[in-house]
């Protein structure tokens, strides 16, 4: 009986994958398009992507030591049978930057030592490929210049050439400019910085370079004045080559159930499930019609691994191992930090669920207050993504419910600054509203929160402000998926509650909510007239043949409220 592909959750060791007989998706087949392309390659990618895994598969596939067991190390992956001539051709030395870490009195010293031992275990590991005593040779010099220089020597003296892949090439640097400041980040990768300096050393030393990180920041820095590399970040032929395509999840379920570990499990059902949270990435412009929307690989892992030991969805959606990730991001964006400009930018993804924009390819850190620049870097962290073309800018859009939730988080602790919301008030009425479909308790309820913290008009005024808000309040409702802006016969909803059933099978009631605002000092005719307006909007809304399909049994609610100023000045059932 042939061997069970398990998962390889949390696993980005390629050989070890391969070894032990591990499920994989196939990305071989990017490697010819890489090596036509340049030498000096960078690629940026939000976390969880499986960019260590592919940088993992990338230095087995080069490497010179594994250049007779490649047939057995790739077997049934597309390249085992379209192997390039660079194959198993080079010396390949691996950094991961994430291993390093410190303040800054002590971040060169554990820089050089950290890059000291990765050269050493180089010298050690290709010896055979050298004299006699070449590693006790790089072992003996002090440092890591000296070290990296020595190989760089006698490899070139040798014709051999070497390959340098670069893992979370930002990761300290980033961590520097947001807990210590510009002006110490400027320091470490401008002039004499000393990762500016290692990048110099860098130039001309390999005979191919990849590097991968989360943000173009630190590259535009370290290496402004000299190009080290090609940004193909943006470039459509390589949108897919990280993360998983929606054949490729189907794929993996169909094995799965065909092994009996998704036993009784439909096919259809689960991609509905993970389509909403982990899904609709798009990394290239010319890619946005073209290519499918791409899944958050490590999510779709933990996911399928959860029901396959359960039987269940996972509760949360979200991996709890993602939370030191969202940590990173919030200072990394200094949420917390934010003038008011940036804010408002904030405000304004979550309230429409997308903002136009010119994506920038590359900035420095003392530019990151620009507009564009910010609303890029949202981009780059995987917290917008590309959802259409609007002219020479974009359509850029949140991706899923699991980034959604990340802007709520962040609003949430925005207004309970201002006024302590009562969140367990708020999850009981919302439980009544889904369950019995005692929908008005919820919305004065809404209503009252919002009143409470009128102070928020220092954030933002109006419609939007108040969409913002019942956004984020709506994100503490566990029965449903509340998706703003949803597209509806011909229009956009304000918010459509679609029910989480296979979750919470005993929910009963989905709504459809259409939020009016009016100016604290707008007319009794202008607010006649809005009324009137919303009550045919929603109407048109609920005739949509995609509003049947989504609520399936449950029984829908259309839910006008209209906002005067603070205030609550009408809610109705339509």
Sequence with gaps: MEKIKLLPYGISDFKQIQREGKYIVDKTMYIPRMETTDNFLFLIRPRRFGKSLFLSMLRAYYDISERDNFKNLFHGLWIASHPTPEQGQFQVMYFDYSRIGGNTAVLEKNFDAYCSKVVDEFADYYQQYYPEGFADDVKSQPGFRDKINLVYLKAQRLGHPLYLIIDE??????????????????????????????????????????????????????????????????????????????DDVRMMIRYYQSVGMLDGKDEEVLIEEMKPWYNNYCFARDAVDTDPKMFNCDMVLYYLNRVMQTGKSPSPMIDPNTRTDYAKMRKLIQIDALDNYRLNIIHEVTGKGYIIAELKESFDASRLIDRENFISLLFYYGMLTIGGIDGADLRLIIPNNNVRLQYYDWLLKEYDRIAEIDTF????????????????????????????SSSVRQLM?????????????LSLNPYYLAAPEMEMNHGYCDFFLMPDLNRYPMVRHSYILELKYLKADATEAEALRQWTEAVEQIRGYAEGRRVCQLIRDTQLHLIVMQVKGFETLRTEEI
């Design 461 to 473: 005024e109006g419609e939007r402000n108040l969409q913002g808000f019942i956004t984020a309040m």
């Design 169 to 246: 090439y930002d990761n300290f640097t980033n961590t520097v400019l947001n807990e210590e400041g510009e002006a110490v980040y400027h320091a470490l990768t401008h002039a004499n910085g000393f990762y500016r300096d290692i990048f110099k050393l860098f130039k001309g030393m390999f005979a191919r370079i990849l590097m991968m990180g989360v943000s173009p920041v630190t590259m535009d820095d370290v290496t402004s004045g000299f190009n080290i590399a090609s940004n193909i970040s943006l470039r459509p032929e390589f949108n897919m080559m990280l993360g998983f395509s929606e």
């Design 425 to 452: 008030r708020m999850k009981e009425v919302f439980k009544r509203a889904a369950l019995d479909g005692e929908w008005r308790p919820m919305m004065e309820h809404l209503g009252k929160t919002y009143e409470d």
